[in-house]
């Protein structure tokens, strides 16, 4: 049976009216454009981790999680406007180091795939097909961040959602190349 915190509810029935609360303590509509950007963050998250339970390779599980990790942080920083935990909160930092290991990644799946000489339709076995749902996702929270303007996360941040999308796209083709799943050309 797992443990449950009786003094911690998941409900608090603050958001009944249609808002909630941001870092800060500031209440505003969750039809609020920072807050469906961080919720596109949290559904890539989501897709992210059905992606790993499926998993049979220990190396892409380990690198999904680490992923879900920096989205974690991502969305701490979208539900700080006013940059408060900055400074303060060392897990919910996205730096240069993250944005190079990503492309360290994009390199090494690449190096093993065939060349891309065509569009591929989206598909494939379970994982890659999840993948390639997880890299649209990401393109639409990348999206989401974009409209809210130049200072609404460190320029980081945007980096890093563009480089792994283009990383989602590499695992996808990466999963059905070493499940044995042909790639459909366009």
Do not use: C
Not at 12 to 24: A, I, N, Q
């Amino acid at each position: 049976m797992a443990a449950y915190n009786h003094f911690v509810k998941i409900y608090t029935r603050t958001g009944d009216g249609g808002e909630t609360g941001l870092f800060g303590g500031q209440r505003v509509s969750k039809a609020e454009p920072r807050v469906a950007a961080y919720g596109d963050v949290d559904e890539l998250n989501a897709w992210l981790g059905l992606v790993r339970s499926g998993a049979d390779d220990p190396q892409l599980a380990s690198m999904l999680e680490g992923l879900q990790r920096d989205l974690f942080a991502i969305g701490a920083r979208l539900a700080d406007p006013a940059h408060r935990i900055a400074e303060r909160v060392a897990k919910a930092a996205i730096a240069q180091a993250d944005i190079a290991r990503l492309e360290d990644w994009i390199d090494r799946f690449e190096a093993d795939l065939p060349p891309l000489r065509r569009f591929i339709l989206a598909g494939g076995g379970g994982s890659g097909a999840a993948l390639h749902v997880a890299r649209t996702v990401s393109r639409r929270a990348e999206r989401s961040i974009v409209g809210l303007g130049p200072d609404a996360v460190e320029p980081e941040v945007l980096t890093y959602m563009n480089r792994l999308s283009d990383l989602l796209f590499v695992m996808a083709r990466a999963a059905n190349h070493r499940g044995g799943f042909a790639e459909t050309e366009w």
